[in-house]
């Protein structure tokens, strides 16, 4: 990696030194999927900065008990970690931390191992116990003094105790957080209305009535009714079967949502808040407050530990209370957005208690198809019902438009998308330019007054040629909005786009797989083929999910000194315990240096130490079902582009016609690290290379560092991104937006 040449205005994180240092990690309370991934970035990005890192097996009895349970951390201990469910270093509830005694005793162990930097994973229990801790800090160290258990010298030495607590709970209980570690791997809460049993058999027997024979309610643990009654899966059975007669199942998910691989999502999650937690412990002062670090959106934030607990004391007590409505604001925009989406696309309204707005909507995808293009749809088709529009699916793309296939599309018809791949409506790749005056027709005959447009880059050209032929075709000055949907995620405009997520732990979960059919073999090295055209988002950021060797992308050039080197690199790497080397390679990233000329120098170069095997992953990227992250962002992305759809719709509407011809008129809805966007496309062109079809700045280049540092190469990273402390107020109102 070149050096760094703008040190002027940017911080680097080899100023930052960990050396003298030592940084304890536990895992406490329940475990998540991505504890894992948190402790080896911890354990990693530790080392990498000169400090010394122990595991703390246990969670806080491992603290209070000491002995075996402080183990000094290396390298290769948290090798061939990542892909593992739960927590490896153990995570017990612990009485005694709850006591004093328990407590002091903690204290003595962390003096002795000279631990003053304390790295906690954990849910809302853990935090606080983490808060209290360091609040008595002092008053620990005194009582281990005044009883001859350390001395003056011992007390000076470790009179601060820096915390960062990382949230790893899967139940997203956590306020100030948008998404904790291990949300996304298992998935979900106010209590329903009095009627809500009434309710709920009028919504199943409308269902049976349109034809749809599999109902799924959800119950979560711990749902009351509104007079703290619990709720259980048992009596909703008993419910469904003495009304409707149905035939009816239960299934308790339990530690099926804690077990299993954790996804991509918490997977880079986990990696880089467990990065951000090293640096926040590095630049800790005597004065500053222990931090939770976290994600709002895409970006990384820190916020005081303090207040993250007051705040959910407070939601506990408003629950406590029966102040539900206070609960959820409480919990923060994110969740109360998300709650307020899902009750709008589920409850269902008869016809004729729907508003009529006299506008008609058309939906269509374009390009590629993307795991989660259909959740899309069905949240944008009952958005865009429950606001009082009439909703048009065109078939195939702009191609489809232009032969006439479009028909309207009404709220049952969606029914059951969100979890199916592919594009049910139907994409293609062809522009609109050169079929133009047709669509133009076909918007005149089903008097189009919108248009929602969710696919790939595409249909980003698309939506630029239909806002340029405005001049010539009247007919397309209305509403246009497009979400970005490709597995590349190459679109400007947007950090993410829906599908990626599905696509990444299509990588991830085949390299974990391909490393462990060479279990019991000798040493190898995976060299993988991504997707992307030229965009290494998927190679990048799968490489980090998966735990990569290198990555090859287009977009940082590589040469035969870096090949070489990092041939080297393995090599030397598996002189040690590590027996698995991967390699990822995205598919345009050089025209010369093939996946079989990469294949062929690593073999001939690592002859006697490691063999090699190729694997091009291909379509398989594309398919499936999607991803949870996918079928939440793409019902949450299109929900809020039919609002603005809505919204834009009263503004243009003048003297009995809709009439749109600004560029604010024809945008983009992204997220640009922690909000959502709306961005005129005309505006982005410049943003745009359009030669290699990539956004000209991507926010995930600043994790490849990250990705070589966990992978032991020295590299230059970055840190002026990094985040700041905030306060839990400030992350709440407008900006966490989603
Ligand atoms: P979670 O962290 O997942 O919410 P718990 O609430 O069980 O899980 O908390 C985990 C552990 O954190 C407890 O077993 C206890 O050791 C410690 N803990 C929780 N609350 C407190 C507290 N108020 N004071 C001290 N320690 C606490």
């Known amino acids: 990696m070149a050096a760094p040449n703008r040190q002027d205005t940017k911080k680097f994180f080899e100023n930052l030194s960990g050396a003298g240092k030592s940084i304890g990690v536990l895992t406490s309370g329940g475990d998540a ?69 328990g407590r002091v005793r903690a204290a003595l162990n962390l003096v002795q191992h000279g631990i003053t930097n304390l790295c906690v994973i954990g849910g809302d229990g853990s935090l606080t116990g983490a808060n209290l801790f360091r609040e008595e800090w002092s008053s620990l160290l005194e009582t281990l003094r005044t009883t001859g258990q350390i001395d003056d010298e011992a007390v000076q030495r470790n009179s601060v105790l820096h915390i960062v ?3 790893g709970s899967i139940d997203n209980d956590f306020c100030g957080t948008d998404m904790t570690i291990g949300t996304d791997s298992a998935l979900h809460q106010m209590p329903p209305e009095d009627d809500w049993e009434e309710e709920l058999c009028y919504k199943l027997s409308g269902n049976r009535a349109d034809k749809k024979r599999l109902n799924i309610i959800i119950v979560a643990e711990g749902a009351i009714d509104r007079s703290n009654k619990p709720i259980s899966a048992d009596y909703i059975k008993d419910l469904v079967v003495r009304r409707l007669g149905f035939d009816t199942r ?17 997977r880079i999650l986990a990696s880089r808040m467990g990065v951000e937690a090293v640096l926040a412990l590095l630049e800790a002062s005597a004065t500053t407050p222990a931090c939770v670090v976290s994600l709002v959106g895409n970006q990384s934030v820190r916020l005081p530990l303090m207040e993250c607990v007051q705040m959910t004391q407070e939601v506990q007590k408003a629950m406590d209370e029966k102040k539900f409505d206070e609960a959820v604001r409480l919990r923060g925009r994110s969740f109360e957005n998300n709650l307020h989406t899902y009750r709008l696309l589920c409850s269902r309204k008869s016809d004729k208690d729907l508003p009529s707005s006299g506008f008609n909507v058309a939906v269509l995808n374009v390009g590629a198809p993307a795991a989660g293009m259909n959740a899309a749809v069905r949240s944008a088709v009952r958005v865009g019902i429950a606001e009082g ?15 006439g296939q479009i028909k309207e599309i009404k709220w049952g ?34 008097n189009i007054n919108a248009m929602l447009v969710i696919g790939g880059f595409e249909a980003y050209l698309g939506l630029l040629e239909l806002s340029r032929a405005r001049e010539q075709f009247s007919e397309f000055c209305v509403p246009m909005v497009m979400v970005p949907a490709t597995v590349s995620n190459n679109i400007p405009g947007s950090d993410l786009s829906i599908g990626a997520d599905t696509a990444l732990n299509a990588i991830t979960e085949t390299c974990d797989r391909i490393k462990q059919s060479a279990s019991g073999t000798k040493r190898r090295v995976f060299i993988i083929e991504t997707m992307g055209g030229y965009c290494g ?25 870096e090949l070489q080197a990092n041939v080297e690199h393995l090599t030397e790497k598996m002189k040690t315990s590590i027996q698995r080397g991967l390699v990822l390679r995205n598919e345009n990233s050089n025209e010369n240096f093939t996946t079989d000329f990469i294949y062929q120098l690593y073999s001939e170069e690592g002859k006697g130490v490691f063999d090699c095997r190729k694997n091009v992953l291909g379509h398989m990227q594309q398919g499936g079902a999607p991803s949870p992250f996918d079928r939440n962002f793409g019902t949450k992305v299109a929900a809020k582009a039919m609002q603005w759809i809505t919204t834009t719709l009263k503004e243009t509407y003048k ?33 745009t290379d359009f030669v290699h079809r990539i956004p000209k700045e991507q926010w995930w280049l600043k994790l490849r560092p990250l990705m070589k540092i966990l992978a032991k190469y020295r590299t230059s990273f970055d ?20």
């Open 537 to 561: 988002y998927l190679a990048n950021v799968g490489g980090l999910a998966a735990g990569a060797d290198a990555v090859y992308i287009y977009e940082e050039p590589f040469d035969i000194r």
């Open 655 to 687: 003297e009995g016609r809709v009439f749109a011809n600004t560029d604010d008129s024809a945008c983009l809805l992204g997220m640009r690290r922690r909000a959502m966007v709306f961005r005129p496309v005309a505006e982005l062109r410049e943003e």
């Open 719 to 738: 840190v002026s991104d990094s985040a700041q402390l905030e306060h839990v107020t400030h992350v709440r109102p407008k900006e966490a937006a989603i």
């Open 389 to 403: 529009h009439k909703m048009f699916a065109v078939n195939d793309g702009f191609e489809g438009f232009a032969k």
């Open 250 to 266: 239960v299934t308790i998910l339990g530690h099926v949502q804690r077990g299993g691989t954790p996804s991509a999502f918490d």
């Open 165 to 167: 607590g990382m949230v």
């Open 413 to 446: 018809d969606v029914g059951g998308w969100t979890g199916q791949g592919g594009s049910l409506l139907g994409t293609k790749r062809t522009l609109p330019a050169k079929h133009a005056e047709k669509i133009a027709e076909q918007i005149r005959i089903h």
């Open 33 to 101: 999927q991505g504890m894992n991934g948190a402790v080896r970035a911890v354990v990693r990005m530790g080392i990498y900065v000169g400090a010394k890192v122990y595991f703390i097996h246990e969670g806080y009895q491992g603290m209070v008990d000491g002995g075996q349970n402080i183990e000094e951390a290396t390298w290769e201990s948290v090798s061939s970690m990542l892909q593992v469910g739960g927590t490896v270093i153990g995570s017990a509830r612990c009485k005694e931390f709850r006591t004093l005694e």
